[in-house]
Each structure stands twice: as C-alpha cells, then as structure tokens.
DNA sequence: CACCAACCGGAATGTGAGTTCCGTTTCACG
DNA sequence: CGTGAAACGGAACTCACATTCCGGTTGGTG
C-alpha cells in the first residue's frame, strides 16, 4: 500500500528520505517506460544514484514499486476518458480516447506491460473508482454503442484486446506511423 | 541447427536416444501449447520422464527446443497459406487465413509468445522460404489488397499486429466466442 | 551541540531458472 | 555374450534476480 510522500498521519518522513523517494520514483519512472518490467532493481537504484536496499526500503517490492507507477497513470488515464465523455459526441469520445490509449501505451512500455496483464493486478486496482480503468472503458464504451457509433456487439474487454493490438511492442521498433494505421483499422472495424 | 530424427549422414541415432528424443519433443509441444515459454526445462523433463540432461542433449538450449517446435509449426502455416491462396478468391483467402491464425495461436500459448516475438528469431526463421511466414502474409495480403478486398494502406506487420490483437491470450481466459468477435472486428476494420 | 532514531549503501543471502558434468546404465556390434 | 562407445539421470554448478541485513551515517530535536 504505497501511499504519497507527505503523509500526515505518523510523523513526516526525513527530509532525505523524501529526496530519495521521489529520485526513485524519477528514475522507474523513466527506465519503465523505456524498458518495461524487464528493468532490474539495481538498474533503478543506480539510476537514481541509491543504493538498492533504499528502494527496498520504500517500495517493499519490486511489484510495489510498478504498481505505484501504473496506477498513477492508469489514474490519469480514466480522468481523460471521463473528461472526454463529458465534452465530446459519444462517438468522438469513443474513438478518441481509443487513439489517447494507444498513443500513451505504445509511448510507455511499463504501462504496454500493464494493460497486457503482466505484474500489475486489474483487479484489485478495480477496487478504488479512480483506478478502474475497465469501468471507464464501459462507460465510454457503451454510450458510444447507444449512440449507434460502434457496433453492439463488442464489450469493454474486446476494446482492450483491440488496444493491445495496436500498441503491438516487442517487434519491429514501435513506429508511431504503424500505431496510427492501426488505430484506424480498428476504428473502422469497431464502427457500425 | 537441430535437425529431424532420422539424421542420413553421420551415422544414425541409437534407438533409446530416438525413443527419448520423441519423447522430450512430445511433452515439449503439449507443456509449450499449454503454458507457454513459462514453463520450465525440468517440467518438460518431468512429463517426458526423462533426466535434464537429455533435454539438453537432444537440444542444446531451451530456446532451442522452443525454436524446433515454433519452426514445424510455422511450418504448418505457411503451407495452408499457400493452399487457402491457390484454392480460394483472394479476398476470402485472406480472411479465413486470418480466422485460421487466430484460432491457431489462441489455442497454442507458445505459438502465441512466438508471434508475439518472445524466443522465437523471426529474422532467422525467414531465410528458409518454408518458415517466412512475413513472406506468406505479404504474398497472400497483396492479392487480397490487389483484389481490392482488403484496404491498400496496410502492410503484414499491421496484419500480425491484428492478429496479436486478436489473441490477446494472458488475461480473463482466452474463450473462444471473445477469440471470433474479435476476428468480426479485425475483418471490417481491413476491410476496403 | 549532542544524541539517537531514522536512514543509508551495498555486500550477503535466498531463489529459481538453465546448463554442465560425470558416474552409471544401456545399446549394438563383433 | 562381452565390450566399448553412446546415452542416461540428476546432482551440482552458474547466473541473474529480488530481497534482507547490518555497520556506518545523517538529520532533527531537546
């Protein structure tokens, strides 16, 4: 249950252990997008100029320590797919916020590894409305399909596939114009 | 290089190593089919009731294994490509190699981690015309492109990113309906 | 400014995998 | 059969990690 930095609660942390937190946190940050879950401990803790018992020490777990990554971006994920539901058509909200999922886990290979099931439980983040990244999907998903935009057929898991799909990492160097003729296959394959 | 069983040159294999060397390959593929590169050299072992070491006889690495299998497998499919391009119209042949695809990999996990680029050599796999399944899918996408049954800005990359989409194994247990909605919607976004 | 709890670094430990090694067994040829 | 080369099994080894531990250091409070 990694929190945030200033906790109230407790007596703040030290100064330096802050400092060294937050290094951390930059440097996983930076080497998971590049790199993935491939990336090890001790690459982070050189990264960010520790010692590897430092980032122990904060994230108890290597898993802990991805889990606070991705669930700060999946956070910033549902808060687009909410805004985008509130100022778009059903339909634009839909395929835009497709393009947005693609672009941001093509661009970040930690949180490609995320979406893809690897060491990080969607299920347990589902818990926290803030986090649930599937609900947003249905959300979007389904006034889209009663707007008559998508076709009925298909449900939120299909969407992520559909998302995965596209962001189709490992091979080839991850090129952002491949991306796009993707996103456009399957937003026509989606429509009505 | 691992070759077949029956080597010509270089006298042939004594009858145990034969016996075991099928063995190792049969519990090879139904561990592979199953789990994936997951599993490990000693369960492999274990189900062929042989010792770790005759794993590593026979196959000097895992990967190697791994590769032998992936190998006969592509194999396999290259050859219906061929027969679905001389048999059927060019747009259908395109489809239903796509369905064929994405039956096949979603029922064979280490077929899945090959297409997805995990411990398999594309590269390597495509100096032997037999094993260029890029080349296939070029060949057999370009007919259906030229018919124009199948949109012209897509390139086979695209379409095995399509076809990773479509498996999209790892989570909420691969089942077969999601497995053809997914094929439905890959199919119309190709689609001219 | 002194003290001590919190924190640090990084060596040591634990773990789980693939690969190697070698004493033993088995095959096949004479 | 008898014998030597081939193959076997599986324990030991290696390697790459994540995680723990502990002697030394540092920050903040009285």
New binding site residues.
């Given amino acids: 249950m990694g929190e945030e930095s200033g906790r109230s609660t407790e007596r703040p ?5 802050q400092r ?2 937050a290094k951390v946190l930059e440097a996983a940050i930076e080497l998971f997008a590049a790199r993935g879950l491939a990336v ?3 690459e982070i803790a050189d990264h960010a ?6 980032v ?3 994230f ?4 802990a320590l991805f889990d606070a990554i991705v669930r700060a971006r999946v956070e910033q994920l549902v808060r687009q797919a909410r805004r985008l539901a509130a100022e778009r058509e059903p339909g634009d909200a839909f395929f835009e916020f497709l393009a947005l999922m693609v672009e941001e886990g093509g661009t970040d290979r930690g949180l490609a590894d995320a979406l893809a099931g690897a060491g990080f439980d969607v299920e347990r983040a589902a818990t926290d409305p803030d986090h649930d990244l599937d609900a947003a999907i249905r959300e979007i998903l389904s006034r889209a399909q009663a707007s008559g935009a998508v076709r009925g057929d298909v449900d939120a898991t299909d969407v992520r596939s559909v998302i995965e799909g596209c962001i189709a990492r490992e091979r080839h160097g991850q090129d952002a114009a491949a991306r796009r003729r993707m996103v456009t296959i399957a937003s026509q394959g989606l429509r009505s």
């Fill in positions: 942390m030290r100064a330096d252990a060294n937190r090890s401990v001790h100029g520790v010692g590897t018992g430092t122990s020490r904060h108890p777990t290597k898993e």
